[in-house]
């Protein structure tokens, strides 16, 4: 081949791969071609459908086309996180994930119908929720090391709540028994609504919940957090102390939501998404009405967020393992 025809080639490639580019970004200019969702893995009004519906109607704004939430909940979030993997990879299926459905499930399961990481497309950290440690009947005004005291005391004859096998309030628990040296029972429910109304009537002896899903309980003194299992204290709870500052700095445990799409999505419409989501997420009507719930809001780039599941999925990995819990 001539130097003349090389040169050629060498041009017209790069102007079909310039022209390739320009296309892509005029379709993201005229992106989204129709309304968007934002599939929820639980039912409505819980933790992470109360914060998709308040972005939901920001992200509307942004857009000029509806953002629809479909509340899709099963096997721990796996059927909708199923659903948004095998969505067309456009930008228009947003998928509300959480701890479970991308860090710990991959752990649980032998055989998971998607791939957390191959699967989606991060976007933007939402918030993490921080877990307390809550007891009931003689235990619940005691300190931490005084319910250590007392749960060895009593060997394998107390037990704690969560809303299901391997669920963030199962594995807060045994993460608990393998910190301190205890052996408290693992008692399971479908949901963590029975599970409370169980320690408030006294049947369970220590839970392990959520603080926005406890902060209401909390306030009114119906339960008592006798710890944060984090390292820094809560605005909304600033009395009361850390499990790090009280010398457990890996009994950590927190629940986190964030939001992805398909994978394969075009990156204008990524950046775009991200963007949009983190100014969403970053705004003070959305800082200001979840943190007061308890909530730690923190967005983040989608880089930073695909780097903080992966830190997750390996952490959970590793207490999983150590456990030996897996489910079917």
């Keep these: 081949m001539s130097m003349m025809a090389r040169s050629f080639t060498t041009l017209h490639v790069a102007a079909l791969l310039a022209a390739l580019s320009i296309s892509t970004f005029v379709q993201a200019q005229e992106w989204p071609p129709h309304n968007l969702r934002i599939l929820v893995p639980f039912p409505a009004g819980g933790s992470a459908d109360i914060q998709a519906r ?6 509307s704004k942004k857009l000029g086309k509806p953002v629809l939430i479909e509340n899709k909940p099963g096997a721990g979030g796996n059927l909708a996180a199923t659903e948004a993997a095998r969505s067309v990879p456009d930008g228009t299926t947003l998928y509300m994930a959480t701890t479970g459905t991308h860090a710990a499930n991959i752990n649980l399961y032998e055989k998971l119908s998607y791939d957390p990481v191959k699967d989606f497309q991060p976007l933007t950290l939402v918030t993490i929720y921080p877990q307390v ?35 963030p309030t199962h594995l807060g628990g045994e993460l608990f028994n393998r910190e301190v ?56 709870l600033p009395d009361v102390p850390t499990t790090a500052e009280l010398g457990y700095p890996k009994l950590l445990s927190a629940i986190w939501a964030g939001l992805y799409t398909t994978a394969g999505t075009p990156k204008p419409v990524v950046d775009r998404l991200a963007k949009d989501l983190a100014e969403i997420v970053d705004s003070p009507k959305f800082k200001d ?3 007061a719930m308890g909530f730690e809001v923190r967005s983040s780039t989608p880089e930073q967020f695909g780097a903080y599941a992966a830190a997750e999925t390996k952490r959970w990995g590793d207490i ?6 897996k489910l079917n």
Excluded: C, W
């Design 54 to 59: 308040a972005i939901a109607d920001e992200l």
């Design 133 to 167: 440690i809550t007891a009931s009947g003689p235990y619940k005004d005691l300190d931490l090391a005084g319910l250590i005291a007392a749960i060895k005391q009593q060997g394998d004859k107390l037990n704690f709540g969560s809303s299901g096998v391997g669920s």
């Design 181 to 236: 040296g205890t052996r408290l029972m693992h008692v399971p429910y479908r949901g963590q609504g029975p599970a409370i109304t169980d320690l408030l009537g006294g049947r369970l002896d220590v839970m392990f919940p959520s603080i926005p899903d406890a902060l209401a309980m909390l306030q009114a003194g119906q339960m008592r957090a006798i710890a944060i299992m984090a390292e820094k204290r809560s605005k909304v």
């Design 289 to 291: 009405k979840f943190e």
């Design 320 to 325: 999983i393992k150590a456990l030996d819990i």
